[in-house]
């Protein structure tokens, strides 16, 4: 089976590229012939931020036949028509398109729809979310026109499918748990986000020395990745200070990057960009926050908690990810909203219980007491208890591991790859 990946490709920082990377070498391990084709530009080049990982020295497709072409400007439709040039050339029996914005809808349903016509091809949409965080008409709209034209879609969790059935109520869907489609309906595949195996544990890697370096105390809280309003961090760190309040043992680790403070703000090019883009929020967001302003770091010391936080501010290369993991007895997951989480994924693959927010599919993934535990959305104090009642009752890595064997990729490529009838 000859299968085209489109999404982002192993040279772009975040989820969706190891996302992308991940699935591609599922696919093939599985004995699939797996092409990556990849934007060269994912978003309107009014963004202001930098996309690209240049901090990452090791290779995630090392050891693969897998092919990429980084093909795709979304602010060029002659690279549009291109991509379907060339994916046609491969004469693929599946193309899987990665869907985690709307924004993205104008080329991914421009060129989905001229993938349809060829037909042979399986269309699958693999949706990371629908209904967007800060939705707007325009968003839904481009949902709409992106993801029309597709036979079968994927979802993590059952929140999404509902969604998806919502967003389409004129089509009817047949839901599967094992990738079996229907004839006569459009297929939703409902099943999980795997657990991330691009990032393995280092087995020589000294914890204590590496805590004491980090200045960690006994119980180590981790916060990881692009630092989003929707992610937290300000539940986070409020809910910690209740903790070092109680107890002189314990650490808050914030390891990553601040997700609108990536290019040199001192640069013209930089606040032409920032300027055009606060516009555009304005016409298409005009209630929403601008989360360009978000600064949950400056709460360390407005709440005097220098001595317990250790801050990596800078996106985390490859190589040093298992550091932060293998430091930490949980990561903390104190999200407003909630999709299928890398982060979570990611977790437990180095069988770290998740404290998280009882929202989106989180109650999905986390038996509380088992895996994790469960806070109250905005209750800063239900927060709090909870990572106390981690110190207190400490979970199993055991039961962690256990909670998601079934979630391998592998399990995840065999139900793609299931289009029995």
């Given at each position: ?335 407003s909203t909630a999709t299928p989480s890398g982060v979570e994924s990611l977790s437990y693959n180095f069988n770290l219980p998740v404290l998280a927010t009882r929202v989106g599919h989180f109650p999905e993934t986390i038996i509380d007491g088992y895996n994790g535990y469960l806070a109250e959305p905005?209750?800063i104090q239900s927060m709090a208890n909870q990572m106390l009642r981690f110190i207190n009752y400490p979970l199993l890595r055991e039961d962690v591991a256990a909670s998601s064997k079934q979630m391998s990729w592998d399990n995840y490529a065999k139900a793609i790859l299931n289009r029995n009838i």
């Amino acid at each position: 089976m000859r299968i085209v990946c489109f999404g982002p490709g192993p040279s772009f920082k975040g989820g969706i590229s190891n996302y992308n990377t991940s699935l591609a070498k599922a696919l093939e391990r599985q004995g699939a012939k797996v092409f990556i084709v990849s934007w060269t530009q994912q978003y309107p080049a009014i963004i202001p931020r930098n996309f690209l990982d240049t901090e990452s020295k090791n290779n995630l497709l090392e050891g693969t036949n897998i092919t990429v072409n980084y093909l795709t400007n979304y602010n060029n439709p002659l690279t549009w028509s291109a991509t379907v040039k060339y994916i046609q050339s491969l004469k693929p029996d599946m193309v899987i398109f990665q869907w985690a914005i709307a924004l993205q809808g104008l080329p991914l349903g421009w060129m989905a729809r001229r993938l349809m016509v060829s037909g042979g091809t399986e269309i699958i949409f693999d949706c990371h979310l629908i209904v967007q965080k800060e939705s707007s008409k325009i968003d839904k709209l481009l949902t709409s026109y992106g993801l029309r034209s597709a036979s079968t879609y994927i979802a993590h969790a059952y929140k999404t499918v509902s969604e998806l059935q919502a967003s389409f109520p004129e089509k009817t869907f047949f839901v599967s748990e094992n990738g079996v489609r229907s004839k006569d309906e459009n297929t939703i595949i409902k099943l999980f986000h795997p657990v991330y195996d691009l990032f393995q544990p280092d087995p020589h890697l000294n914890i204590q020395n590496t805590k004491e370096k980090l200045h960690l105390k006994k119980y180590v809280f981790l916060f990881f990745g692009f630092i989003r309003k929707y992610k937290g961090l300000h539940n986070v760190i409020q809910a910690f200070k209740l903790i070092a309040e109680k107890r002189d043992d314990v650490s808050l680790l914030i390891a990553g990057e601040s997700f609108w403070n990536t290019l040199n703000r001192n640069k013209l090019s930089t606040k032409v960009k920032n300027s055009l883009f606060r516009l555009a929020k304005r016409l298409v967001l005009p209630h929403a926050s601008n989360e360009q302003e978000y600064n949950p770091l400056k709460l360390i010391e407005d709440l005097q908690l220098q001595d317990s936080v250790t801050v990596v501010n800078r996106f985390i290369a490859n190589e040093e990810v298992p550091i932060y993991f293998q430091v930490s007895d949980c990561i903390v997951l104190y999200y407003s909203t909630a999709t299928p989480s890398g982060v979570e994924s990611l977790s437990y693959n180095f069988n770290l219980p998740v404290l998280a927010t009882r929202v989106g599919h989180f109650p999905e993934t986390i038996i509380d007491g088992y895996n994790g535990y469960l806070a109250e959305p905005g209750d800063i104090q239900s927060m709090a208890n909870q990572m106390l009642r981690f110190i207190n009752y400490p979970l199993l890595r055991e039961d962690v591991a256990a909670s998601s064997k079934q979630m391998s990729w592998d399990n995840y490529a065999k139900a793609i790859l299931n289009r029995n009838i």
